[in-house]
């Protein structure tokens, strides 16, 4: 299958067809995932390092699974494990990386433009797992692939991003391919939450007004609150945040019928969510977002690494 990328770093540079693909392929992928053996040899001899210079639960742990299960080798490392913490730069490490002739670094860090600049130092394919507050492109695409699933068509899709949108990069993929694929997105955060500029990520509109919003939308995005992030005291509690933000089962009935709630996790009970919406057996699909990213991230691997075209039949 040919497919005219050779990185995932910026979602912007992928079209609505290229993005279509990826979501088609997952889903042939998803059928794997179902077998009593979940294993293809799509990737077998195809070596990829999960560079992760920051934590991470279902990023690391979805792409581990995602190249096992396409036979791919994989070297998982980062953090207090590397040598960073002997001053090693990162073009240093890479260029340690290219040693063992690898095909793929998926990068994880907290400096934003680190994958690009990895990419930059290698001939091996790089995939953004998150950098920073700039991009994280397979969460949007397991995003994308979950509100697909549900709603089969993208186009006049009114989406809601709510919550911490100053500091998710989350934000920095997801509102300009849900606007790559057809949707309406509005953004929705108290000020000092809000980028200064929001009409930079391409969104459609910006509100600090939640209940208003809520009654028009078919999916409602929640974002977590990233404590770790925030300097200073950017709202009075997190008791006021959920009073005003937080979705709620009294907030439920300004909701469409069929509207469904996303969190990218971890999520913070009683902060964006109470648990009767965020276990809403319905509504809230967050475990199938997690249960996408593996097949998603099967799908990007197989595509960008050019897999076996039987890999999906074997």
Same mark, same amino acid.
């Given at each position: 299958?040919?497919?005219?990328?050779?990185?995932?770093?910026?979602?912007?540079?992928? *079209?609505?067809? %290229?993005?279509?693909?990826? /979501?088609?392929?997952? +889903?042939?992928?998803?059928? #794997?995932?179902?077998? $009593?053996?979940?294993?293809?040899?799509?990737?077998?001899?195809?070596?990829?390092?999960?560079?992760?210079?920051?934590?991470?639960?279902?990023?690391?742990?979805?792409?581990?699974?995602?190249?096992?299960?396409?036979?791919?080798?994989?070297?998982?490392?980062?953090?207090?494990?590397?040598?960073?913490?002997?001053?090693? *730069?990162?073009? %240093?490490?890479?260029?340690? /990386?290219?040693?063992? +002739?690898?095909?793929?670094? #998926?990068?994880?860090? $907290?400096?934003?433009?680190?994958?690009?600049?990895?990419?930059?130092?290698?001939?091996?394919?790089?995939?953004?797992a998150g950098d920073g507050k700039h991009q994280h492109p397979t969460q949007a695409l397991l995003d994308l692939y979950t509100i697909w699933e549900h709603k089969q068509d993208f186009k006049g899709l009114k989406v809601?991003?709510?919550?911490?949108?100053?500091?998710?990069?989350?934000?920095?993929?997801?509102?300009?391919?849900?606007?790559?694929?057809?949707?309406?997105?509005?953004?929705?955060?108290?000020?000092?939450?809000?980028p200064p500029r929001p009409e930079v990520l391409g969104a459609d509109h910006a509100t600090p007004y939640l209940d208003e919003v809520l009654p028009d939308m078919d999916v409602v995005y929640m974002l977590r609150v990233q404590r770790e992030r925030l300097e200073g005291a950017p709202f009075p509690s997190l008791t006021e945040y959920h009073e005003l933000f937080g979705l709620t089962k009294k907030r439920e009935k300004l909701m469409k019928p069929d509207a469904i709630i996303c969190h990218p996790g971890p999520i913070n009970r009683g902060v964006e969510f109470d648990s009767y919406m965020a276990d809403h057996p319905q509504r809230s699909v967050i475990l199938e977002q997690v249960y996408a990213g593996i097949c998603v991230r099967m799908a990007v691997l197989y595509l960008l690494l050019g897999g076996a075209d039987n890999g999906l039949n074997s």
């Open positions: 299958m040919a497919f005219d990328h050779k990185h995932l770093i910026d979602i912007t540079e992928y *079209s609505d067809t %290229d993005i279509m693909t990826i /979501l088609e392929t997952a +889903k042939a992928f998803s059928s #794997v995932n179902e077998r $009593k053996i979940k294993k293809v040899p799509t990737l077998k001899g195809i070596t990829v390092v999960n560079m992760f210079n920051e934590p991470s639960t279902r990023t690391r742990s979805s792409f581990e699974l995602a190249e096992k299960r396409l036979s791919a080798d994989c070297l998982n490392f980062g953090g207090s494990s590397t040598s960073s913490v002997k001053g090693e *730069s990162l073009i %240093d490490t890479v260029e340690t /990386l290219n040693a063992y +002739k690898i095909d793929a670094v #998926v990068v994880r860090d $907290k400096h934003a433009g680190a994958p690009y600049i990895v990419s930059q130092h290698t001939p091996a394919s790089v995939i953004d809601a991003i709510v919550g911490d949108v100053g500091h998710s990069r989350v934000c920095g993929s997801l509102v300009p391919a849900l606007k790559i694929m057809g949707a309406e997105v509005t953004l929705v955060a108290p000020g000092t939450l809000m």
